[in-house]
Every structure is written in structure tokens, then in C-alpha cells.
């Protein structure tokens, strides 16, 4: 049984930084693709970033990409995502989620296990 659980969200400033870390646990990791999404009460769930098994490729969303990085430690079966130059509107509850395959379309549908999900507050 596969299991998320998302860890080190919380209130940072504009501009500021904040690294997302999920333990994956049930499974090898090495097996699954691995995602983050984010949502908020007004948006529908938003694809941020997915890396492969391997950790080989990755693929970010339009409004992270060279802000964001997901990386994964297959041995320690962790994902994190590196969020750097926060905006206000980088506010959400962010999810980690894992998937058989890897693919670069960015659809929630395409993963199958999912964590609960950890705040993140840009806010001066």
C-alpha cells in the first residue's frame, strides 16, 4: 500500500524560499514517477512539477518553471521540490503524487496515490 506524506510547508515572505519534502513509503520508489500539484480553494489543482523513477527527467509547469526543482532520493524513497523567488500567488496546499509512468502532460489523473497535502503561505 502506497503511502504520501508531505512535510515543511508553512509562511514565507515574497520573494523568499521553502523546500517541500514527501515521503513515499509502501513501495520501492524507484518504481513510480512522482509529481507535485498545488491547489486552493478558488483554482482547480495545478500541475507543478514531475520527475522519472530514475530521477533522469523532469518536466515543470508554465508558472514555476525556472523557479521550482524536483529532485528524489530513491534510496531514502523522499521527493522534494525547491521553491525559490516565492510569490503571493504560489499560495496553496501542495500535493505530492505518484504514478506508474512518467509523462509530461501535467494531469492529475495520470497518478494514483496522493498525500494529504501541506500549506504554503507567501505573505508579508
Known amino acids: 500500500q502506497v503511502q504520501l506524506v508531505e512535510s515543511g510547508g508553512g509562511l514565507v515572505q515574497p520573494g523568499g524560499s521553502l523546500k517541500l519534502s514527501c515521503k513515499f513509503s509502501?513501495?520501492?520508489?524507484?518504481?513510480?514517477?512522482m509529481a507535485w500539484f498545488r491547489q486552493t480553494p478558488e483554482k482547480e489543482r495545478e500541475f507543478i512539477a514531475a520527475?522519472?523513477?530514475?530521477?533522469?527527467?523532469?518536466h515543470y509547469g508554465d508558472s514555476v518553471k525556472g523557479r521550482f526543482t524536483i529532485s528524489r532520493d530513491n534510496a531514502q524513497n523522499m521527493v522534494y521540490l525547491q521553491m525559490n523567488s516565492l510569490k503571493p500567488e504560489d499560495t496553496a496546499v501542495y500535493y505530492c503524487?505518484?504514478?506508474?509512468?512518467?509523462?509530461?502532460?501535467?494531469?492529475?489523473?495520470?497518478?494514483?496515490?496522493w498525500g494529504q497535502g501541506t500549506q504554503v503561505t507567501v505573505s508579508s
Open positions: 520527475i522519472f523513477s530514475s530521477g533522469i527527467y523532469t
Open positions: 509502501g513501495q520501492p520508489m524507484s518504481n513510480y514517477a
Open positions: 503524487a505518484a504514478g506508474k509512468w512518467y509523462r509530461e502532460r501535467g494531469y492529475s489523473e495520470d497518478y494514483d496515490w
